[in-house]
């Protein structure tokens, strides 16, 4: 049976052009990170900290551990930090934020990832007040994956910094799918991440490379950002080998193939809107194609109905089917999609 796995960009292989940069490397290429000797990681962060304008650079060993370093490198414990309601950081993180870094939360509501400034007013508690855990950080999510790889414009993030350091808090992005922002809008990278006090960004998803993230920002919080990733488990030794894909991932050619996802996703929105069947489709900005069933539905009956049919697909709450297109997904395997999407929500709606 032919398997499409709609469920994540997380599942992708590196491409033959990473494979033959890994087995390009020998002994001189390779050497204790800890120590600052891997000459092909030291290249991956000089690399990485370049194309997102930033001073400095860490490889890590994924994007969680990505967020939880920035978090820490920005905080003190017993200080408050601002999340989006349904972010990543805050759904799916298991909480480290405040486990590990110490830090209490509050999460803000947003249109598509996007805060209105006065709701976010309304939750800053200033140095002043002895009684409260003052609020030194606000995070933001580009992509946002729960609101359906919604792109936050260049000129929201401007409006955030500029509320962020009006109430004196540094801005951090959760950029694990920035690179969808940039290629949907058509823009540098830089268009983001010139807003942002630090931003993580993950290797291992639409990039397709098999391990790690990138934190970047000043060298200062980068050297911070250093210590709390060995804290962390994260001092890797002669980790280049891994990181070496990261070099053929962060080629524009390589980003620029996100563009035949992002058509894939379109295409699949379309063909399932044209099953004409009582669902809403969040039309994608990026990669990611969110499905609202009728509020009746039992959606793990259908995801399980998909299953056996071999499109996986991943219930992201009680009401809504997430689709995500990636590396290794074909015109052909949308085209198919479409047909078996169409023939098991019949039986279901
Ligand atoms: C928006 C976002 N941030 C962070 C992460 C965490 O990345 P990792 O799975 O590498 O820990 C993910 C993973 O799916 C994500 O979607």
Redesign the pocket.
Known sequence: MKIVDLR?D?ITKPSPEMWEKVKSLDNSKIGDDVYGEDPTINELEEKAAKIMGKEAALYVT??????LVSLLSHTNPSEEILLEEL???YE??LDGATRVAGLKIKRYPSKKGVPLLDDLQNLIKTKEDAEKAPTTLLCA?N???YHGGAIIKPEDLRNMKQFAEKNDLKFHL?G??IFNAAIGLNVPVTEFTKHVDSV?F?L??GLSCPVG?IVAGSKSLIMKARKFRKILGGGMRQAGIIASFGLVALEPKWIKRLEEDHKNAKLLAEGIENLDLPIKIQKPDTNILMISLPQDTRIIKVITALNKEGILAFNIDKQRIRLVTHFGITKDDIEYSIEVIGEVLRKFL
């Open positions: 994540s997380t994924s994007g969680t551990q990505g967020n972010s990543h950081i799916h993180e999510e992509t946002h994956n959760d694990a799918r993580m993950c291992s998803k993230s």
